[in-house]
């Protein structure tokens, strides 16, 4: 018998047929060719018993299987890296899923200036070149009582751009109960270290007073004093800490800097969102911090940016460092950034406005009935979805704890919730939920409104796709 290899069309006869026509006209004759060569590659390396053959329903002597692999292949190589999912995890700042979704009016002036010039750095009064770091300033010092503001790349670049600026060489003073990882590997240590700055310890790790920092300061060890909120974690029990107040008294005393990272940016009052209590940049700023770092896109609902707020000549220094030229922000961030800062100017209607703060004060029924629609829509199309009650969260390494009630749907196929979850994120448009014994949750709470209708269609198609 002949060898079956002799039988697979050639490239050349598959892409020059009538049937061809439509994809070399969409995707080029030139990577036509070239994935149809792959598609023949795979089958005659399948024959040749190193795997990857035609597939049992595929005639291998069919032109037609080559041309349908090549075009699954390349439609598949079109689909963007990066794209829109819809998140059903019910935690609202979901750092993997890009944490703040952002305001209409923030989307519009990222579109407005992203295409255009931009007077970027360009004073328009005097016609002569201006600076990227006025932009945002005023909005940030009216909302914070901030003296001066300045925004880069985020908040670990803007620490970074702290610890550099005012404890290159020098002693840092830092509390062994702050110590802290943030996330994605970015520990306080660590990065004090490769800011050039040396880590000076002091107190314990349930316990530090402000006689602990008294010592290093008055020793002359150090050259300021972090402190760093514990955002992402709580301690409980035998704990004190030195408060801001005390800390900026001894600074003040000393001539020393006291920086405040405080990570999460709220601006409004937590009790408007439903949340307990947490500190604010204003907060801080009253309480005698000299610097203050935020994210942009975590409580504040904004871009990612990191935000330092703070006396004047501090912020002063830290503009001047030649490190703030490399964790330098871009225009279509400060324009998101500018946007969502106008927003707050109503408070009235910000909790509506910016998205995170809508869906963290969304209300209870109103989650309630988007679930009970949801699970009609999909009973209709034939899937059993039960109304459960959920437990999000915050997110974004933000409220430690803190659950989030919250309704959503839970679905059990039969082929199994991690099928059924894979078939989600395989769609077109990714969804995103929660494995709950067994049954797979989507949470309504982070569906964005509008995306209730798309939800229902990707649950369909992933329902069938999943066996
Ligand atoms: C999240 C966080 C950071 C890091 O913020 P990014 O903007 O993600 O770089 C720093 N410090 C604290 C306390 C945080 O919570």
Same mark, same amino acid.
């Given at each position: 018998?002949? &060898?079956?290899?002799?039988?697979?069309?050639?490239?050349?006869?598959?892409?020059?047929?009538?049937?061809?026509?439509?994809?070399?006209? $969409?995707?080029?004759?030139?990577?036509?060719?070239?994935?149809?060569?792959?598609?023949?590659?795979?089958?005659?390396?399948?024959? /040749?018993?190193?795997?990857?053959?035609?597939?049992?329903?595929?005639?291998?002597?069919?032109?037609?299987?080559?041309?349908?692999?090549?075009?699954?292949?390349?439609?598949?190589?079109?689909?963007?890296?990066?794209?829109?999912?819809?998140?059903?995890?019910?935690?609202?700042?979901?750092?993997?899923?890009?944490?703040?979704?952002?305001?209409?009016?923030?989307?519009?002036?990222?579109?407005?200036?992203?295409?255009?010039?931009?007077?970027?750095?360009?004073?328009?009064?005097?016609?002569?070149?201006g600076s990227r770091y006025v932009h945002c300033v005023s909005l940030l010092t009216d909302l914070t009582g901030a003296?001066?503001?300045?925004?880069?790349?985020?908040?670990?670049?803007?620490?970074?751009?702290?610890?550099?600026?005012?404890?290159? @060489?020098?002693?840092? +003073?830092?509390?062994?109960?702050?110590?802290?990882?943030?996330?994605?590997?970015?520990?306080?240590?660590?990065?004090?270290?490769?800011?050039?700055?040396?880590?000076?310890?002091? @107190?314990?790790?349930?316990?530090? $007073?402000? @006689?602990?920092?008294?010592?290093?300061?008055?020793?002359?060890?150090?050259?300021?004093?972090?402190?760093?909120?514990?955002?992402?974690?709580?301690?409980?029990?035998?704990?004190?800490?030195?408060?801001?107040?005390?800390?900026?008294?001894?600074? $003040?005393?000393?001539?020393?800097?006291?920086?405040?990272?405080?990570?999460?940016?709220?601006?409004?009052? +937590?009790?408007?969102?439903?949340?307990?209590?947490?500190?604010?940049?204003?907060?801080?700023?009253?309480?005698? /911090?000299?610097?203050?770092?935020?994210?942009?896109?975590?409580?504040?609902?904004?871009?990612?940016? =990191?935000?330092?707020?703070?006396?004047?000549?501090?912020?002063?220094?830290?503009?001047?460092?030649?490190?703030?030229?490399?964790?330098?922000?871009?225009?279509?961030?400060?324009?998101?950034?500018?946007?969502?800062?106008?927003?707050? =100017? &109503?408070?009235?209607?910000?909790?509506?406005?910016?998205?995170?703060?809508?869906?963290?004060?969304?209300?209870?029924?109103?989650?309630?009935?988007?679930?009970?629609?949801?699970?009609?829509?999909?009973?209709?199309?034939?899937?059993?979805?039960?109304?459960?009650?959920?437990?999000?969260?915050? @997110?974004?390494?933000?409220?430690?704890?803190?659950?989030?009630?919250?309704?959503?749907?839970?679905?059990?196929? /039969?082929?199994?919730?991690?099928?059924?979850?894979?078939?989600?994120?395989? =769609?077109?448009?990714?969804?995103?939920?929660?494995?709950?014994?067994?049954?797979?949750?989507?949470?309504?709470?982070?569906?964005?409104?509008?995306?209730?209708?798309?939800?229902?269609?990707?649950?369909?198609?992933?329902? $069938?796709?999943?066996?």
């Amino acid at each position: 018998m002949s &060898d079956p290899r002799s039988l697979i069309p050639s490239v050349d006869s598959i892409v020059a047929a009538e049937a061809a026509a439509d994809v070399v006209a $969409r995707f080029g004759r030139a990577r036509v060719v070239h994935a149809v060569r792959a598609a023949v590659d795979a089958v005659r390396a399948g024959l /040749s018993g190193s795997g990857g053959g035609p597939e049992p329903h595929e005639d291998m002597t069919d032109p037609a299987i080559y041309l349908d692999r090549a075009r699954r292949a390349l439609e598949h190589a079109e689909v963007p890296s990066l794209r829109h999912v819809i998140n059903a995890t019910g935690v609202v700042l979901h750092t993997n899923l890009g944490r703040a979704p952002l305001a209409e009016d923030a989307v519009r002036a990222m579109r407005d200036v992203a295409g255009r010039y931009t007077n970027l750095e360009f004073d328009l009064d005097s016609g002569v070149r201006g600076s990227r770091y006025v932009h945002c300033v005023s909005l940030l010092t009216d909302l914070t009582g901030a003296e001066d503001a300045l925004v880069v790349n985020n908040a670990a670049a803007a620490l970074v751009l702290a610890l550099n600026t005012f404890g290159q @060489g020098r002693g840092v +003073a830092v509390s062994r109960g702050e110590l802290v990882e943030i996330g994605g590997g970015f520990r306080i240590p660590e990065m004090l270290e490769r800011a050039g700055a040396r880590l000076v310890e002091v @107190g314990s790790t349930n316990r530090t $007073r402000v @006689g602990d920092y008294v010592e290093v300061v008055e020793a002359g060890e150090v050259a300021a004093v972090l402190k760093v909120h514990r955002s992402n974690f709580r301690i409980t029990g035998f704990t004190e800490e030195a408060s801001v107040g005390e800390l900026s008294a001894l600074c $003040r005393t000393h001539g020393l800097p006291l920086v405040h990272d405080l990570g999460s940016g709220l601006l409004i009052d +937590a009790g408007a969102l439903g949340l307990p209590e947490e500190p604010r940049a204003v907060d801080s700023l009253r309480a005698g /911090s000299d610097i203050v770092v935020v994210s942009g896109d975590k409580l504040m609902g904004a871009t990612q940016a =990191g935000v330092i707020l703070g006396r004047g000549a501090h912020v002063a220094r830290m503009r001047k460092n030649p490190l703030c030229r490399a964790l330098r922000v871009d225009k279509v961030t400060l324009a998101g950034l500018e946007a969502t800062l106008r927003l707050y =100017g &109503d408070p009235a209607r910000v909790v509506r406005t910016v998205p995170t703060l809508a869906m963290l004060s969304a209300d209870k029924e109103a989650l309630e009935s988007r679930a009970r629609a949801l699970a009609e829509a999909l009973e209709h199309a034939g899937i059993r979805a039960e109304v459960v009650a959920t437990a999000g969260a915050v @997110g974004g390494g933000t409220y430690p704890g803190v659950e989030l009630a919250s309704w959503g749907v839970e679905m059990r196929h /039969s082929a199994g919730a991690d099928a059924l979850a894979a078939a989600l994120r395989q =769609g077109d448009l990714p969804v995103i939920g929660r494995i709950v014994d067994d049954g797979l949750r989507l949470d309504v709470r982070t569906v964005l409104p509008g995306q209730d209708e798309a939800l229902v269609q990707c649950v369909l198609e992933a329902w $069938r796709r999943a066996g």
